[in-house]
């Protein structure tokens, strides 16, 4: 039988999975959805100390730039859930949380929209990776009977990211005595960058790769792909005509 791991959240844990593994995962989804809600949250100031965008402008350049946002992160998260399987979960957690923080960095340095919109995409690009990484974390680490407690776990975990990030990094403008508006933006910016990365070192206490995963990395990432999709082929490696006439083995 596998071997079972208790921990003091009493979660059943996948074999060969540790506490400080199971930790480190509520660590990186806080630090992941606080990201996800500053970014947000904070993008009015931007546009108002950084830009100078007009009031009256100010509604559809935000919904403009999350919908550019969303579209990147649905383009992106598929393939990084494929590469997770082939190099490990962690290292395209890092990946994530390093471009999340480079994002965040660089945001409140954009001189223009334009460069706005692409310092976010260089966030949404991270947050894909990040959105992978908590569902296929989740389902790695859990056994099946405590599957529903672990994923109320981790949203308190996002919940409170998300508190952190409207109650602390939010303020710090406030809080930046003798800075220009535009200079405690940055700060701000600055801070939640430092965030992300230090949860990209939280990663190192993620566990390795699974046995199934060490069995993928000798395999195509178009083979892990067509198995996530049709399922993995008894007899070998599957044959999906994924274009009309052109079959991929």
């Known amino acids: 039988a596998d ?3 208790r921990m003091g959240l009493s979660l059943y844990l996948s074999e060969g999975v540790t506490p400080l593994n199971t930790v480190g995962f509520y660590v990186c989804t806080f630090m992941t959805i606080l990201a996800y809600t500053f970014i947000n949250a904070g993008q009015p100031t931007i546009l108002r100390d ?15 730039l999350n919908f550019y ?14 590469l997770s399987d082939k190099v490990g979960r962690r290292v395209v957690y ?7 923080a480079c994002g965040l960095f660089l945001y409140p340095f954009a001189v223009s929209y334009e460069m706005l919109i692409g310092f976010r995409l260089v966030f949404a690009v991270g947050a894909a990776a990040a959105a992978a990484m908590m569902t296929a974390l989740l389902s790695d680490y859990i056994r099946h009977s405590d599957k529903g407690k672990a ?19 939010l303020k710090i403008p406030r809080w930046a005595h003798g800075q220009s508006p535009a200079g405690g933006s940055r700060l701000m910016y600055e801070c939640a960058g430092g965030l992300q990365l230090l ?11 699974s046995k199934s995963q060490e069995e993928n990395a000798h395999l195509p990432l178009h083979i892990i792909l067509q198995q996530g999709i049709m399922g993995p082929c008894p007899a070998g490696p599957c044959v999906v005509p994924l274009v009309p006439g052109v079959e991929l083995l």
């Open 199 to 209: 949860a990209l070192l939280t990663c190192a206490t993620l566990a390795p790769r």
């Open 151 to 169: 994923a109320g776990y981790m949203g308190v975990a996002a919940g409170l990211g998300a508190v952190t990030a409207a109650t602390v990094l």
């Open 94 to 100: 890092a990946l994530g949380f390093l471009l999340m």
């Open 69 to 82: 946002s969303e579209i990147v992160i649905i383009s992106f998260v598929t393939g990084w859930g494929v």
């Open 3 to 5: 071997t079972l791991h």
């Open 50 to 64: 950084i830009i100078h965008v007009p009031d009256e402008q100010k509604g559809q350049l935000s919904g403009d």
